[in-house]
């Protein structure tokens, strides 16, 4: 099954990290039960798969986070190690740096601290600060380079606003994704813990954005863990 050569992949780079693991036969989980991972194969079209990770930690107040990948190419193995591939380079590092205490060489999730604003506090009754745990920023495009990434750090600015000023107090998991066609948006996806974030959603919609000829796509994960004490 193709569920099982996926956790022997995610057990495999969780050793080549120095990480202990198990690989179980619905899922892998680490020794030290910090981060489990089960994974799921959907087969849609003769050139297309979408993989689907499921992310469970203590940490979590929501969980699993669920992480879907689309794969293509001339073979399910190309399809699948597309899929596979786009899994490392986005959510595997956020996941084993901010849920399994993990310290890579080249740490690959950018740390900051999110704090709510003193005038945002009353609202909750109390001060809420998250450190933060942001993947790379992904791109893919049809052009040299993606004309949507300029206009990114200024979205995530204002991400980081929205966020502070609405989202409760606990842990958080947010994914972006965009894609433009031949100058025109059409995709535009913002989840906050699994479920459509919809001020966050209109938030990229309405963003000043390049969308530039050909096809233009951006995705980045963001991992929010409260601070001791909020």
């Known amino acids: 099954m193709a569920s099982d050569k996926v956790l022997d992949m995610i057990h495999g780079a969780l050793i ?7 690989r179980r036969d619905r899922d892998v989980m680490l020794q030290s039960k910090q981060l489990r991972f089960e994974a799921e194969v959907f087969e849609t079209s003769s050139d297309r798969l979408v993989l689907e990770i499921y992310i469970f930690s203590p940490l979590l107040d929501v969980q699993p986070v669920i992480e879907s990948f689309a794969g293509f190419g001339d073979t399910r193995e190309q399809e699948l190690n597309q899929a596979f591939e786009k899994f490392l380079r986005g959510v595997f590092h956020v996941a084993i740096e901010g849920l399994a205490e993990h310290v890579c060489e080249n740490m690959q999730a950018e740390i900051e601290l999110w704090q709510r604003s003193s005038a945002s506090w009353k609202i909750w009754r109390k001060d809420a600060r998250w450190k933060i745990y942001s993947g790379p920023v992904i791109s893919q495009a049809t052009t040299e380079l993606c004309s949507l990434t300029p206009g ?9 606003k929205l966020f502070t000023a609405s989202v409760p107090p606990g842990s958080h998991f947010v994914r972006t994704f965009l894609a433009g066609l031949k100058g025109t948006l059409i995709s535009a996806e913002v989840l906050l813990d699994n479920a459509v974030w919809h001020e966050g959603q209109n938030l990229a919609v309405g963003h000043d954005w390049d969308y ?4 233009q796509a951006i ?8 601070e001791a004490g909020t």
């Open 212 to 215: 530039s000829d050909g096809y």
């Open 152 to 160: 990114y750090p200024a979205f995530y600015a204002k991400l980081e």
């Open 16 to 22: 080549a990290h120095g990480i202990d693991a198990v």
């Open 219 to 226: 995705r980045q994960v963001i991992l929010a863990l409260p």
